[in-house]
């Protein structure tokens, strides 16, 4: 009896311990990639040249992070990120920064096949213009480094991975789902405290 509820004190106890570091993935495949945005020469043809930003992302994870500040929303357009490349651009996300010009969008890259991208553009399309393409109007923009057949960016930074990113696991727990569980496991690993200690007890009055 004293050896089971030992056993299942140390069980909870792990558990509440682990349950602080376990609602978040870890990115196990290295540093992101980091892209400058700006009102890019030969690219950029629409909205403030002003706008900027700063795009984050990885293939190997299939995540990107985008933040915008100084692109207000321009009345009859959605504003949409998309990665281009010699191929067919892959949508990333819709963006709608507020009256002050700022925004930010963090999604999964859904449909990634391929990892020939080199540049990503925040593109206005008109709201009466069918959706799956970019739209022609580009605002801010920003290239980067086309990654290897080895895996290793020129200079440095994501790692192409050896196989297509998972897309479809569950979202990380949020900071209230993660307290809730912690409590929870605190409460138990008490109560079972609370109950072996009451047991000792009475072995040792019935010994004495």
């Known amino acids: ?7 299942g004190l140390a ?15 870890a990115r196990a495949n290295g540093v992101p990639q980091l892209v400058k945005l700006t009102y890019l020469d030969g690219v950029s043809n629409f909205g403030p040249k002003d706008a900027e930003g700063v795009l984050e992302f990885s293939f190997a994870e299939a995540y990107a992070r ?4 100084n692109l207000k929303p321009i009345d009859g ?5 998309w990665l281009k490349g010699p191929g067919e651009p ?14 930010v969008l963090d999604t999964k890259l859904k449909g990634l096949t391929r990892y020939d991208y080199n540049t990503f553009v925040i593109a206005a399309r008109k709201t009466s213009a069918a959706e799956g393409q970019p739209g022609t109007d580009i605002s801010i923009a920003g290239r980067f480094t086309v990654l290897g057949d080895e895996g290793q960016a020129a200079a440095g930074g994501d790692v192409k991975p050896s196989n297509l990113p998972d897309t479809g696991e569950s979202p990380a727990m949020s900071t209230r789902q993660r307290v809730g569980r912690t409590v929870t496991i605190a409460a138990a690993s008490a109560g079972l405290a609370f109950f072996f200690l009451r ?3 009475r072995r040792r009055v019935t010994s004495d």
């Open 1 to 7: 009896m004293k050896t089971a509820l030992l056993g």
């Open 66 to 69: 985008f933040d915008v500040k």
């Open 77 to 81: 357009y959605v504003l949409e990120g």
């Open 11 to 25: 069980a909870l106890v792990a558990a509440c311990a682990l349950s602080f570091g376990g609602g978040q993935p």
């Open 199 to 201: 047991y000792m007890r």
């Open 90 to 103: 892959l949508f990333v996300g819709a963006i709608v920064p507020n009256a002050s010009g700022v925004g």
